[in-house]
């Protein structure tokens, strides 16, 4: 059986890896809750990740009870990935087991704010990458609740989602409204479908993004019409590769 769909895209966003990114932390200032020695705040955003063996480039707070650690970042940013790195000479355990808050509240020294990710499996010196989706705020906090603990970061990194959709072409397999709506960087109008990509309504519609590079995708983004109409956008494969064969969707989903 054929099955008829129009299929809707508002706004397509991909984002690209923390790798070719600008980490968004260099631009933003620290505290923490106490500081051990001369480990202070900022090495955890000093720019190195670890120094040769030693905790001498991390962030170390006393031994006490729900340490924590943030940043401002001074403006709100589309959060997607945080990364954190681990001291490579002792202790992992001083980075596992951590909240990583994001939004636009102090209060409670962050713990509020919504969470992305806890930390959990860090070997000695290892840099593990956490996807937050996409979240909006000013600050991260990084802190250890219900106990007493020191807190070790020895580097913090934040990206944003960068939208690579734009630098590309697209192309659907009929018109309705254009497939070029979906990529204008606006991701509805004013309740209306006037800045959505739609095709006629057909048998297995398609709308395909040519990104013109081969990229590491983070994230899609979708956004759905705001007018009517959810079942368009509802139910459609994701796919991703370097293949055009059957219109793309041989790539992997
Ligand atoms: C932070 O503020 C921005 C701008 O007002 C807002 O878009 C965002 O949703 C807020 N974040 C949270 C977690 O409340
Ligand atoms: C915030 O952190 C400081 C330093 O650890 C602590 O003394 C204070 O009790 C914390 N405040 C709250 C509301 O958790």
Known sequence: MEKLIQLILVCVLISIPASLEENLARRGTVTQSSTYYAFVAQNAIDGLRYGSGEAAYCSITEYQLSPWWRLDLLDYYEISTVVITARSDCCPYQTNGAEIRIGNSTENNGTNNPICAVTSGFQLGQTISYSCGVMVGRYITVVMTGGTYTLTLCEVEVYDTENVARQGTVIQSSTYFVAQNAIDGKRYGPGEAAYCSITAYQSDP????????????????????????????????????????????????
Do not use: F, H, M
Request: aromatic share 8%; net charge neutral.
């Open 206 to 253: 398609w709308w395909r993004l040519d990104l013109q590079y081969k990229y590491e995708i983070g994230t899609v983004i979708i956004t759905a019409r705001s007018d009517c109409c959810v079942a368009q956008t509802n139910g459609a494969e994701i796919r991703i590769g370097n293949s055009l064969e059957n219109n793309g969707n041989n790539n992997p989903r």
